[in-house]
């Protein structure tokens, strides 16, 4: 099947007094992988429902290819869904729970249960089913799992024979809600690689909702942050990372999280810090307020040591294999923890008090307006990196 775009336009919905999704407008290009991230709660998977057809939207549309399906029944949208706990019956073998969504497709009344169905179903409908079976077996490398039941299988395996079931209906889109959320660190990292291998390789519309950052960030085209039931930002992994719209996407997206210190900006544009201009300027064209109180946005590796720049007292260090994050809190400011990222191989730089001076990369800070807002930075003067 070609892959299809869904546009939804002006969602809403509520339960109850609680408006949980308020106007969302997203378009999910053919062939694209999207992610719907934002903290439990914001309504990702309302969303993700509304499309698969198992909510309904108190406002809005969705349409699938250009065709409106607002009011269509789940199993008029073909489209395939893969949850987080794979919902696979546990009497049927493999084969069998891959087959199934072909079985209720295909074949009628008695015919659909798997072993009456060999007795009765047409040879030729069966020979299909069988065929597509082993095909999104072999595309998924569980051939050799074929016989078992679902209990004699790994959590990574269980996946992927979900991830069959849903590929042999041969669907307009997959939505999937978490579905690597029941595995172990390590295996989600290798499922995140499968997932991508399989989107590239199908070229196929994924909707992809997560909590994680780092599964939306490592697979998607674009992702879409989601807050309160708004869409915050839309765009690639390295728009949210690297242009952050607002203060609240640029806290969202980032591990360790962004450093944020507060800033004036001043006549011309100009920052300081605890009183001292930094050399940067903010663009006073287009803001709402030109002058005022801002935050400035640094990440982690965007923070360096540099001989005449802010004292830092470190408070922690923790190595992650190649990197190390130190934490230090500035005597300005002793309520603002600070996280620098270094390669664990370069010296720490602090001194015989643990305190170290911390400069930041220019080009790289991020300004934002008392409105919670992006604005634009100039660097005025050249700050060694
Ligand atoms: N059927 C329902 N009835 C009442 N409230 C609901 C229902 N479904 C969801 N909600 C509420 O709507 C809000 C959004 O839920 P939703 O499951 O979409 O969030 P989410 O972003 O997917 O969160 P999570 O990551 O925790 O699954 C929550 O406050 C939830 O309690």
Not at 121 to 126: D, H, K, M, P, Q
């Amino acid at each position: 099947m070609t892959p299809q775009s869904l546009e939804l336009t002006g969602i809403g919905k509520g339960f109850g007094q609680t408006e949980v999704l308020r106007g969302i407008d997203l378009t999910v290009r053919p062939g694209e992988f999207l992610s719907l991230v934002g903290m439990s709660g914001c309504g990702k998977s309302t969303l993700l429902r509304i499309i698969a057809g198992l909510e309904t939207p108190d406002r809005g549309t969705v349409s699938i290819g250009g065709a409106d399906v607002t009011g269509a029944d789940p199993s008029d949208r073909n489209l395939a869904m893969v949850f987080q706990s794979y919902a696979l019956y546990p009497h049927m073998s493999v084969r069998e729970n891959i087959a199934t969504p072909l079985r209720m497709r295909r074949l009628s009344g008695w015919a659909r249960l798997p072993l009456v169905g060999r007795m009765i179903a047409g040879r030729a409908a069966l020979d299909d089913i069988d065929a597509a079976v082993e095909a999104a077996a072999g595309v998924l490398e569980i051939g050799a799992l074929l016989e078992r039941r679902p209990a004699e299988l790994s959590g990574g395996q269980r996946q992927r024979v979900a991830l069959a079931r849903a590929l042999v209906r041969d669907p307009a889109a997959f939505l999937m809600d978490e579905p690597l959320s029941n595995l172990d660190a390590k295996l989600r990292a290798h499922m995140r690689a499968e997932l991508s291998a399989l989107h590239r390789r199908l070229g196929a519309t994924f909707v992809y909702v997560t909590h994680d950052q780092i599964e939306a960030m490592t697979m998607s085209d674009r992702i879409a942050l989601m807050i309160e039931g708004r869409i915050e930002q839309l765009g690639t992994p390295d728009d949210l990372y690297r242009a952050p719209a607002t203060l609240r996407v640029a806290r969202f997206i980032g591990q360790p999280s962004i450093n944020l210190l507060p800033v004036e900006i001043g006549p011309a544009g100009r920052l300081s810090l605890f009183g001292l201009e930094i050399g940067l300027a903010a663009a006073l064209s287009g803001g709402a307020e030109t002058t005022g109180p801002a935050t400035l946005g640094l990440r982690p590796e965007d923070l360096h040591l540099r001989a005449d720049g802010l004292p830092a007292k470190v408070l922690r260090v923790e190595t992650h294999g190649a990197d190390r994050y130190v934490s230090c809190v500035l005597p300005r400011a002793p309520e603002l923890a600070l996280t620098l990222r270094q390669s664990a191989t370069d010296p720490l730089g602090a001194d015989a008090d643990g305190v170290l001076r911390l400069g930041f990369v220019a080009g790289r800070a991020h300004l934002f307006g008392a409105d919670g807002q992006r604005r634009t930075l100039h660097v005025l003067e050249r700050v060694a990196a």
